[in-house]
């Protein structure tokens, strides 16, 4: 009778341990690709890496942005946040402006953008 109530006490917590492992590992998944707003902003002016760099650190500086990523020679910032962090149009304005750059277009989305291919030097 021991070994049986042993047994079923097994399977029962291997049940719950797997349940809670695969209830985590759907939860971590959602929250990592839904609930971000995704933004591309037009950056007119950027002429060398150090601008790159420069304007990548003061993005950095936006609530919420973990990830930059700059695109030098077709003058883009791709950058994303929590939705409950969403930066207002203006802010980021402000922030371009001030690094003495010209505003072009800033686009937001739910999904993330498609990213200009590269040529490849053959």
Known sequence: MKQLYNKTATFNFSVLLLFLLFSICGNAQTTTTQERVFIKIEIKGMACP???????????????????????????????TPVSQKPTKESLEKIIVDGGFTVGKIEFSDKPFKRTETKKKE
Do not use: Q, W
């Open 50 to 80: 150090y601008c790159a760099f420069g304007m990548e650190k003061e993005l950095k500086k936006v609530a919420g942005v973990d990830n930059v990523e700059i695109e030098l020679k077709e003058g883009l910032a791709y950058i994303s």
